[in-house]
């Protein structure tokens, strides 16, 4: 099962329900530190399926630094758990990447 499909425009196929999500991230075999962060992803998704804290806002909300959640991100990419996509703002200057929930079991 996909939890999302992006391409590179944003268009998504049918974004799951947060309770989906949560026991998907429930159901890992994983460090609990990169469940916690994974949960914390699940608490961002929109309706829309788009997920971009900043790292600024996950290392205070995790009470850990920011070198800390990207740590912990490239870990959850190598175990291809998440994706990360760069987000441009119209000016194309950069803002916080946006995040795909891999849940394929």
Same mark, same amino acid.
């Given at each position: 099962?996909?939890?999302?499909?992006?391409?590179?425009?944003?268009?998504?196929?049918?974004?799951?329900?947060?309770?989906?999500?949560?026991?998907?991230? *429930?159901?890992?075999?994983?460090?609990?530190?990169? *469940? #916690?962060?994974?949960?914390?992803?699940?608490?961002?998704? $929109?309706?829309?399926? #788009?997920?971009?804290?900043?790292?600024?806002?996950?290392?205070?909300?995790?009470?850990?630094?920011?070198?800390?959640?990207?740590?912990?991100?490239?870990? #959850?990419?190598?175990?291809?758990?998440?994706?990360? *996509?760069?987000?441009?703002?119209?000016? $194309?200057?950069?803002?916080?990447?946006?995040?795909? #929930?891999?849940?394929?079991?």
């Amino acid at each position: 099962m996909n939890c999302n499909i992006y391409t590179q425009t944003h268009n998504i196929n049918q974004p799951l329900s947060i309770g989906t999500l949560i026991e998907w991230v *429930k159901s890992l075999k994983i460090k609990a530190r990169l *469940k #916690l962060l994974l949960r914390h992803l699940v608490d961002r998704y $929109g309706k829309d399926g #788009l997920v971009f804290p900043s790292i600024r806002t996950l290392a205070g909300e995790l009470c850990v630094s920011m070198s800390t959640v990207h740590r912990w991100l490239n870990e #959850l990419t190598a175990m291809n758990l998440v994706s990360r *996509k760069s987000r441009y703002r119209g000016d $194309g200057g950069r803002t916080s990447n946006y995040y795909v #929930l891999v849940c394929d079991r």
